[in-house]
Nanobody, 117 residues
Framework: QVQLVESGGGLVQAGGSLRLSCAAS???????VGWYRQAPGKERELGAG???????NYADSVKSRFTISRDNAKNTVYIQMNSLKPEDTGVYYC????????????WGQGTRVTVSS
């Protein structure tokens, strides 16, 4: 099982930007990868995904503001988050998947993002 470690979260003002990183313990080449977020009091949901074929998938709430990318050589997944809003506040997790973006690995600790208004 691939272990995943997220980093890069923090406190940012509305309108600001953050770049999150997700380092995998093994190769991610053959997996779809995704960034998921869990807002306070809500269930975890997919925010952005990147397939092995190079296709990206974004939740409507983050489309045009977030960009997911992957570096297979470094076994790392990134998400660039711009124009952040208070409703983007939450804990962000990454995971790998074989079918769609149904997560395969155990969840890491995530990285917390807090957007102040």
């Amino acid at each position: 099982q691939v272990q995943l470690v997220e980093s890069g979260g923090g406190l940012v003002q509305a309108g600001g930007s953050l770049r999150l990183s997700c380092a995998a313990s093994g190769s991610i080449f053959s997996f779809n990868v995704g960034w998921y977020r869990q807002a306070p009091g809500k269930e975890r949901e997919l925010g952005a995904g990147f397939t092995t074929g190079g296709n990206t998938n974004y939740a409507d709430s983050v489309k045009s503001r977030f960009t997911i990318s992957r570096d297979n050589a470094k076994n790392t997944v990134y998400i660039q988050m711009n124009s952040l809003k208070p409703e983007d506040t939450g804990v962000y997790y990454c995971n790998v998947a074989k079918f769609g973006f149904r997560p395969l690995s155990s969840w890491g600790q995530g990285t917390r993002v807090t957007v102040s208004s």
